[in-house]
């Protein structure tokens, strides 16, 4: 089985579906392609072939159609739980057995992936270098004498070799990105939250996120709609809904660095690589804007300077007690220092990263995207040994602010240099934009036609999106309209689908209004006024949504609803004229609530 065969998810769950490859047969290759690869310190634990054939020849009594990744090699970064495995962190004195999968891991079995390994990484995803394990270096896919970037090592050159054709790695401060552009694959670093980290071992508890490593940015999205989702288990997850994939946005707006900001540390192929991929995104329509660095170099600089390193030292402190000499020296030293940090220096770091949040947000107000070198250089695996922290430090130049900023990232090629060395760009936006970098980073690493991780296939032609993905408008509702209300079934007539339940800024009042069937009015009142009013968001065509909208009577209105995650979408609002003999019912927090207790009597 050679290039010829499918190499992506989204190539080979169809064959396996269409029934011209087996998920056996798939499984049979990885472990093939593991054996011709011969690097032992890809994976530190690696499942036995049979068990992993069998579980795929198992798969047949399931219906394939239900399973978005039926049949699909999975590898796991080894600070990740998955059962049958044990978890090291790379560090062999740290390792357990676990006792569940990870809710990530939990989620792939579930939608038909077979996990074959857990990989290889900087001991306690301390590095973005992938040198700092007892259990070897991980060759780079693409070029032997790199580094092939961490801190997870394994999880990115076992898909730039095409072993798998996904695997799920953590960032922190770029172990999810950096990694990927030295693999020449993608990396997405999803939303903090979006994906929950229960059965993850910690680096810096409230930055952390697994993260995802595919071949293509489709792949990757797909790979994030099955392990996202919320988890009341991880007090840290968030219910962060993707918004669907749409064609390249109109009128894009990108942020790039002003003049001079920008530092490769004299790499001028990596400069010239970036501008290329300047040049490429403004063909592809985008708008460039310049913005200041300036505060999100300092942002970084809290990252290691800061109490966060406190975070590292909490998860091993009671290793460096007990048996210091089994952690890595570099690893030692840069953790160790969390220990001298106080209360006072920790409050101090967070009013500052508070002033520099609210700078960044200013940034966004004018622009949907920055897009930034993945890393400013590459460097051999020679040069970091002889150099460990302060090369380390330099690639995380553009990674290292991204989560202390509550940004989500996507990295993704940009070109392979004359010196064969990959280079690629990063995509970053507010929180819960994950799904607007997928709709930017798909257009641009199709547009490049570059060869997939170091495998010489070419990237495939993009496929088109789910209908109506692009053209569905949402609208908000919050009385009769709701599911399992009186007027639901003017929604689902217009084939209208339900995308999620929230609720709005707490600045609206709900009143039960004088009509027949009994409905809601909500007024936006002002910050303090009101409280969080609980809707559901619809989504209907255009065609639909004019209907809907045309056939509202009054004293209804369709208006701007502002929900509590920040996001405005058009909603039920009422006509404050009609007031005046309507009940106030603000404090049931939502019309759901309110007619369960008068039903009560």
Known sequence: MGAEQPETIAAIVAAHRAGTLTPAQTVART?????????????????????????????????????????????????????GFPTTAAC??????????????????????????KTNLDQFATGLVGVRSPYGIPRNSVRDDLIPGGSSSGSAVAVGAGLVPLSLGTDTAGSGRVPAMLNNIVGLKPSLGMISNTGLVPACRTLDCIS???????????????????????????DRPLQPITPFPQ?????????????????????????????????????????????????????????????????IKDLLASAPDAIHPVTREITAAGVRLTAADTFSALYRL???????????????????????????????????????????????????????????????????IPFGITLLAPAGRDSLLASIGRVFHADTKLSLGAKGVTHPPLAPLAANSGEEIPIAVVGAHLSGMVLNGELTALNARLVEATKTTPDYKLYALNTTPPKPGMLRVGAGKGAAIE???????????????????APMAIGTVRLADGRSVKGFLVEPEVLGDARDITAYGGWRKYVAEAAKG
């Open 251 to 315: 009128n894009l707006r990108l942020g790039v660095p002003r003049n001079g900001q920008l530092i490769f540390f004299g790499d001028k192929t990596a400069e010239a690589a970036y501008a290329d991929a300047l040049r490429r995104c403004t063909a592809l329509g985008a708008d460039l804007i310049e913005f200041d660095l300036e505060p999100l170099y300092e942002t970084a600089r809290l990252l290691y300077e800061g109490p966060w390193v406190a975070e590292r030292y909490l998860v």
């Open 354 to 420: 508070q002033g520099l949040r609210k700078i960044a947000e200013r940034t966004f107000a004018d622009i949907d995207a920055l897009v930034l070198p993945t890393a400013p250089t590459a460097y051999t695996t020679a040069q970091v040994l002889a150099n460990p922290i302060e090369l380390n430090s330099r690639l995380g130049t553009y990674t290292n602010f991204v989560n202390l900023l509550d940004l989500c990232g996507l990295a993704v090629p940009a070109s392979i240099r004359a010196d064969g």
């Open 92 to 117: 062999p004195a740290f390792s357990y057995t676990p006792a569940h999968d990870s809710a990530a891991v939990a989620r792939l079995r579930a939608a038909g992936a077979i996990i074959i390994g």
């Open 31 to 83: 472990y093939q392609r593991i054996r011709d690869r011969n690097d032992p310190a890809i994976f530190i634990s690696l499942r036995d072939e049979s068990d992993a054939v069998a579980e795929a020849e198992r798969l047949a009594a399931k219906d394939a159609a239900t399973l978005p990744l039926y049949g699909v090699p999975v590898a796991v970064k080894d600070n990740i739980d998955a059962l």
């Open 535 to 553: 809707l559901e968001i619809w989504a209907l065509s255009p065609s639909a949504f004019g209907k809907f909208v045309n056939a509202i009577p």
């Open 212 to 238: 995802v490593f595919a071949l293509t940015v489709d792949d990757a999205a797909l790979a994030l709609s099955v392990v996202a989702g919320p988890d009341q288990a991880d007090p840290f997850s968030r």
